[in-house]
């Protein structure tokens, strides 16, 4: 994707773009009249994935409130044609100052528009820019982009720890019997890879053998938007024998608790607490916790230090458990489906990893 500044300027307004947020109105004069610092999300989705997009707006949200910002919210939708074309319109417009954007899908985006826009800061999540300029892009380094990562590898490792005690120490009602776990992620890529890696040197660390870990992807033309397909497969891991699926895999996850109430199985929430943002009972019963990827108290915290100057572009910046961007879930429900023993020693695996003590391994 290489387009010029002025085709930039005259494809803009070419798609049409839904505003959550913000001031109303004629954002672009409100916006600037107000004189308040203006952050774009621009989703390459949509929200109401109850996971990794809901939490990155919510984070946002936040920092509206709290930090004086104004946002708007651009979604792009499922269809990919959309997302170039959509991406340059949302650089385009001067409606912002700050363009927030996630997913490795979108690094090549953001590398290409960040250079023709330098009095714009963008911040990429879940993946870093080529700040090389080796690839083809981010021509001026990519001086005016924060990129931030994060340990999902260490959140996975919590997952399969928990997820093999919970079968060995047979504490899941109606599935005392079975051995079996399943994880079902989006499509093979190193960034959702390392959730994989992450649960099986937990699931062994734990005691389990990786032979009794079920790993399925979604895969096709929507790996992170097929509900359908989410539940196609996780049913198939139930009636292979998994006492629990933990779906990697955004809008297909939500499958997998219409599965789990089917199976009377359960289930692992990712990124965003999925107890909280699920509104069906069943499926909320069927959540033991969720392991959390904080986006959105990752861009709060770019919001923060923004603010102060401080934030550091030019640069990745990777969090994890140590930095309360990866974690789990400790909640009643929790405390109700886990008993003592196993939370105890669920906390002792993370205060490991936490000091350092223990290396969890990633695909990376």
Known sequence: MRIGR?????????????????????????????????????????????????????????????????????????????????????????????????????????????PQFPDKKFWLFDAPVDYTGKNGTCSNKCENVYSVTFKQNEGGYLAGFLAEKLVAEKSLKGAESLKKVGVMPGVKIPVIEDFVVGFKAGFKEAGGRNSDVLVQYVGGDKPFGDPAKGKEISTAMYGQGAALVWPVAGLSGLGTFESAVSAERYTFGVDSDQYQTLTDQAQKDTVVTSILKNVGNALYKAAQDDRKDSLKYGAVDTVGLADDAVGYVDDDHFKELVPQKTRTELQEAADKVKSGSVTVPSAF
């Open 6 to 114: 002025s085709a930039a300027l005259v494809a803009a307004g070419a798609i049409a773009l839904t505003a959550c947020g913000g001031s109303g109105g004629d954002e672009n004069s409100g916006a600037a009249a107000s004189g308040k610092p203006r952050i774009k999300l621009v989703i390459n989705g949509g929200l109401g994935d109850k996971s990794f997009f809901d939490s990155a707006y919510e984070g946002l949200k936040k920092a509206e409130k709290d930090l004086g910002y104004e946002l708007k919210v651009v979604e792009l939708g499922s269809d990919r044609t959309k997302w170039e074309p959509g991406f340059e319109d949302a650089a385009s417009a001067d409606d912002y100052d700050i363009l927030a954007a996630g997913t490795f899908e979108v690094t090549d985006y953001i590398g290409e528009l960040a």
